[in-house]
């Protein structure tokens, strides 16, 4: 694939996989380490990005986005940066419990009051869907203000990314968009200057090997 001289590349991936995630537990802010497994996606995610020049590789500091972002560094030789405001969504006192969404998503009803509980927990001792917001756009707005026709990757959340791609989406009209992002998936987009970003790959989990939870 030929790529534009005056673009810009974004690499966003999602960091491996944790115990609580096996478990079907809900993170947020709680800090959990890469399982054995999320460690083996880690670095098949690794050696997929093997040789790419980035200026820069931006983290989460949380623990299972900065040692997938660990694993990348030492195939791509740059140093993990870490950003406080691409911490995931704080859930408050939902935190740690069991995450319902496998038995909800089929449900179109269920989902509505699925996120209404989660935006409820917000907002009684977590964070808000607003600041969630606010703190993510303007983190990927001041990144990608400073692109300079290079090439980055933020390794990050699931709710993170999807708000950076959400926003890249609506940028170019393309608001009803939907997808998910697999932990360990990366998605890329080209941005230009003064034009729509482009998405060139989204969710990909070819490189995983069959190894992921759905």
């Given at each position: 694939?030929?790529?534009n001289?005056?673009?810009s590349?974004?690499y966003?991936?999602r960091?491996?996989?944790?115990?609580?995630?096996?478990?079907?537990?809900l993170?947020g802010?709680?800090?959990?380490?890469?399982?054995?497994?999320?460690?083996?996606?880690?670095?098949?995610t690794?050696?997929?990005?093997?040789?790419?020049?980035?200026?820069h590789?931006?983290?989460?500091?949380l623990?299972?986005?900065?040692?997938t972002?660990?694993?990348?560094s030492?195939?791509?030789?740059?140093?993990?940066?870490?950003i406080?405001?691409?911490?995931e969504?704080?859930?408050?006192?939902?935190e740690?419990?069991?995450?319902?969404?496998?038995?909800?998503?089929?449900?179109?009803a269920?989902?509505?009051?699925y996120?209404?509980?989660?935006?409820?927990a917000?907002?009684?001792?977590?964070?808000?869907?607003?600041?969630?917001e606010r703190?993510?756009?303007?983190?990927?707005?001041?990144?990608?203000?400073?692109?300079?026709?290079?090439?980055?990757i933020?390794?990050?959340?699931?709710?993170?990314?999807?708000?950076?791609?959400?926003?890249?989406f609506?940028?170019?009209?393309?608001?009803?968009?939907?997808?998910?992002?697999?932990?360990?998936?990366?998605?890329?987009?080209?941005?230009?200057?003064?034009?729509?970003?482009?998405?060139?790959?989204?969710?990909?989990?070819?490189?995983l090997?069959?190894?992921?939870?759905?």
């Amino acid at each position: 694939m030929e790529i534009n001289k005056s673009a810009s590349r974004v690499y966003l991936v999602r960091h491996g996989v944790t115990d609580w995630i096996e478990q079907g537990i809900l993170h947020g802010i709680s800090d959990r380490p890469l399982s054995p497994l999320g460690l083996e996606q880690a670095q098949l995610t690794a050696l997929a990005l093997r040789g790419l020049k980035a200026s820069h590789l931006y983290t989460s500091p949380l623990a299972r986005a900065a040692q997938t972002a660990q694993a990348i560094s030492r195939e791509i030789r740059a140093v993990p940066e870490p950003i406080a405001e691409l911490k995931e969504k704080n859930y408050g006192w939902l935190e740690g419990k069991q995450d319902l969404w496998p038995l909800v998503k089929q449900h179109a009803a269920l989902i509505l009051l699925y996120h209404a509980c989660l935006d409820l927990a917000g907002l009684t001792g977590g964070e808000s869907p607003g600041h969630f917001e606010r703190r993510v756009i303007t983190a990927w707005k001041s990144l990608r203000n400073n692109l300079n026709g290079n090439t980055i990757i933020i390794v990050a959340h699931f709710n993170v990314l999807r708000t950076i791609l959400k926003t890249e989406f609506a940028a170019g009209g393309r608001e009803s968009v939907k997808f998910s992002l697999g932990a360990c998936s990366i998605s890329e987009i080209e941005v230009f200057p003064n034009a729509p970003s482009r998405i060139v790959q989204l969710n990909n989990m070819d490189h995983l090997n069959g190894k992921s939870i759905e």
